[in-house]
């Protein structure tokens, strides 16, 4: 009986695994999920920051890996940091990054995504979906997410945003707020940003 259920258990598993997402794949359907919400929902679009939030968390947020997002971040001194600080700095940071993005999307104006012709080869477990965003009335951005494969599948651990990498972007201000006090001063600085953003939302996509 024990081996009937490790079996069913491992056909299980497998299955899940196949019927993972291909990266490309995942990355336009959240993109456009998140897309057609948003030009349906007025409230959004006029600067809504709190509903937002709520797509942003429910739509975008399972496919980022923040842990990874903040130890490259982070850079060499992530393995300085205890565990306690490390969790809380990822925290802090995923709550920086969504209120970044959250913004984003309440400055919504018809913009619309091209994705790139995406290539991979058998067994590659990091990869870059590439796209463009075309905005009315200005030159289109180059927008890209640089993706690892879990268990879990497909997770995003960076994004690039006209030739510049998200991470790091951040990686010369928190090493600069880290010489100047440490992994627990990081942590004060992104998390007072985070506080101040909660009374201004506009102001996230500021550095």
């Known amino acids: ?30 993109t456009e999920e998140v897309l057609d919400i948003v030009r349906q929902d007025k409230n959004i679009q006029n600067g809504d920051s ?23 971040a982070v850079g060499k001194e992530w393995r300085k940091a205890s565990p306690q600080q490390q969790q809380q700095l990822t925290a802090e940071f995923k709550t920086l990054l969504v209120r970044t993005y959250s913004n984003a999307l309440t400055s919504y104006k018809n913009q619309r995504v091209i994705f790139k012709p995406f290539r991979m080869n058998p067994g590659d477990s ?8 075309d905005q009315p009335g200005n030159k289109p951005v180059q927008l890209d997410y640089s993706l690892e494969k879990l268990d879990a599948g497909w997770k995003v651990y960076d994004v690039n945003v006209a030739g510049i990498s998200l991470v790091t972007n951040y990686r010369e201000q928190f090493g600069q707020e880290i010489r100047n006090g440490g992994i627990d001063g990081l942590i004060k600085t992104v998390a007072a940003k985070n506080k101040s953003l909660e009374g201004n939302p506009a102001k996230a996509a500021g550095k």
């Open 1 to 30: 009986m024990k081996k009937l259920i490790v079996l069913v258990f491992a056909a299980l598993f497998a299955t899940l695994v196949l019927a993972q997402e291909a990266p490309d794949v995942l990355v336009k359907r959240v």
């Open 50 to 72: 709190r509903k937002a939030i709520e797509l942003v968390d429910a739509k975008v947020i399972p496919h980022f890996n923040f842990a990874h997002m903040t130890a490259l």
């Open 126 to 133: 990091d990869v870059q979906v590439r796209t463009e965003v």
